[in-house]
Antibody
Framework: QITLKESGPTLVKPTQTLTLTCTFS??????????VGWIRQPPGKALEWLAL???????RYSPSLKSRLTITKDTSKNQVVLTMTNMDPVDTATYYC??????????WGQGTLVTVSS | DIQMTQSPSSLSASVGDRVTITCRAS??????LAWFQQKPGKAPKSLIY???SLQSGVPSKFSGSGSGTDFTLTISSLQPEDFATYYC?????????FGQGTKVEIK
């Protein structure tokens, strides 16, 4: 079955760079149509889509965050990495990764809470 | 960006009630719409894709309809496990966008 799990720091300081890793199993990111995306959710607020990378290395970003985001994949390790620069307290959120196959996400990771504070 | 607006933002309902949640897109998205259910402290769960197709394993009390700009999620008979927050999401064009959520509470 398909599973995904996010990992990374739980606490980062303002202006630092956040690096999150999504490690998945049950599918391959070299299969046509498959993608892995990142979505975040500030405490008590709505979901916000951040970025997506496809099997063919096509990458899509939220325009409002594009200058701060980079998404990459390591197909051999079954991992997708998201980096977000210049972190601010407003970036405090639970960050999810999710599997997609040319459609809305179906399988989600459990999420990881990242707090931005000095 | 396509803006997704859900209504109501919250509702109170009783077990056994029929509940309808509306999602409106700021421009046409064909049927590229999904619905998710989220319970506190948990990841969203996919309920519906392509506006009206039920995800595998999702009970048939959930149904979706609509096309273009107006969509609905209906729960035919609300059960205790259905009290949660529901989100719509468009995947017609990037950036993918979510509605603000509808919290379904116990009356």
């Amino acid at each position: 079955q398909i599973t995904l799990k996010e990992s990374g720091p739980t606490l980062v300081k303002p202006t630092q760079t956040l690096t999150l890793t999504c490690t998945f199993s049950g599918f391959s990111l070299s299969t046509s149509g498959v993608g892995v995306g990142w979505i975040r959710q500030p405490p008590g607020k709505a979901l916000e889509w951040l970025a997506l990378i496809y099997w063919n290395d096509d990458k899509r970003y939220s325009p409002s965050l594009k200058s701060r985001l980079t998404i990459t994949k390591d197909t051999s390790k079954n991992q997708v990495v998201l980096t977000m620069t210049n972190m601010d307290p407003v970036d405090t959120a639970t960050y999810y990764c999710a599997h997609t196959q040319l459609a809305a996400p179906v399988y989600w990771g459990q999420g990881t809470l990242v707090t931005v504070s000095s | 960006d396509i803006q997704m607006t859900q209504s109501p933002s919250s509702l109170s309902a009783s077990v056994g009630d029929r509940v309808t949640i509306t999602c409106r897109a700021s421009q046409g998205i064909s049927n590229y719409l999904a619905w998710f259910q989220q319970k506190p402290g948990k990841a969203p769960k996919s309920l519906i894709y392509a506006a009206s197709s039920l995800q595998s394993g999702v009970p048939s009390k959930f149904s979706g309809s609509g096309s273009g700009t107006d969509f609905t999620l209906t729960i035919s008979s609300l059960q205790p496990e259905d009290f949660a927050t529901y989100y719509c999401q468009q995947y017609n064009s990037y950036p993918w966008t979510f509605g603000q959520g509808t919290k379904v509470e116990i009356k």
